[in-house]
């Protein structure tokens, strides 16, 4: 594709500061990553429903419902999940440019994914894994998705076909499997305190 004639505008009559004044905080980006059924969707909720009673500005970018939405054309195979993961991320970086605390919650299963979604958001990028084993995960199936995995019916399903990589060194690293949601809700916003968040 041809972009010699595209130009990306970076003139602003209001500028990023002055948004930030009016909504009292500052963007930032919390990249949940984690296997599916491992709490990436509850803590994303309860994080939004604890800043918005806070009087902070938040919105939740959830993977399957870009994948039925914007992302509905894309597979599973590599190149697809790379291009779900870069339109997620596009998408992150323009509201968090706009002073929005977004809440990413997307399984990214492997390392290049997340730094691809961190090359791309800039500095307000925040990498948060969600942790539980295959087998919790399995048990908690509150999609029904690890039976019809058992059953043959899901290919490429992450952890099992299609691989899953732990992080080294995560900003944040939550365990579902001893941490309840208000704890990791409590760990988040100690995050987002340290990176200069008022909340």
Not at 90 to 98: G, I, W
């Amino acid at each position: 594709m041809c972009q010699e004639n595209i130009h990306t505008q970076f003139h602003r009559f209001v500028s990023l500061a002055e948004k930030e004044e009016l909504l009292g905080q500052k963007g930032h980006v919390l990249w949940l990553y984690g296997l599916s059924g491992s709490g990436k969707s509850t803590i994303a909720a309860a994080l939004e429903r604890n800043l918005h009673e806070a009087g902070r500005f938040s919105i939740i970018l959830d993977g399957d419902n870009f994948r039925h939405g914007l992302n509905f054309d894309l597979g599973f195979s590599d190149e697809d999940r790379s291009e779900n993961i870069r339109r997620v991320a596009e998408v992150a970086k323009m509201l968090s440019d706009q002073g929005i605390i977004v809440i990413v919650s997307v399984i990214t299963p492997k390392n290049a994914l997340r730094t691809l979604a961190r090359k791309i958001v800039g500095p307000s990028f925040r990498d948060v894994f969600i942790q539980a084993s295959f087998e919790t995960c399995a048990q908690r199936d509150p999609k029904g998705l690890y039976a019809k995995v058992a059953a043959g019916e899901i290919k490429q399903f992450t952890g099992k076909d299609s691989g899953f990589e732990e992080p080294s060194n995560p900003e944040l690293q939550i365990d579902t499997e001893t941490n309840s949601s208000v704890q990791a809700v409590a760990q988040l916003l100690k995050l987002l305190r340290g990176a200069g968040q008022n909340s």
